[in-house]
């Protein structure tokens, strides 16, 4: 058992070493075109569409903001 717990510590210690994005961070291309097109007066539904995106991830990708 301590074997098994030594070679586990070790291949997480690697998995960590290599680093990595974020997972929130692959997103932020799409959040910045659905808020210009939400502050260009585009409806919700259309920018999910656009962007390939469920609707609900565009209302909070945009929550606060307010169009121009």
Avoid at 11 to 22: D, Y
Avoid at 24 to 52: F, H, P
């Amino acid at each position: 058992h301590e074997e098994c717990v030594q070679r586990f510590s070790e291949k997480q210690a690697i998995r960590g070493s290599k680093g990595g994005i974020k997972r929130s961070l692959k997103y932020d291309d799409i959040r910045a075109k659905a808020k210009k097109l939400y502050r260009a007066g585009e409806k919700v539904k259309d920018i999910a569409e656009k962007l390939n995106v469920s609707v609900r991830s565009i209302q909070r990708y945009t929550k606060g903001l307010k169009r121009l």
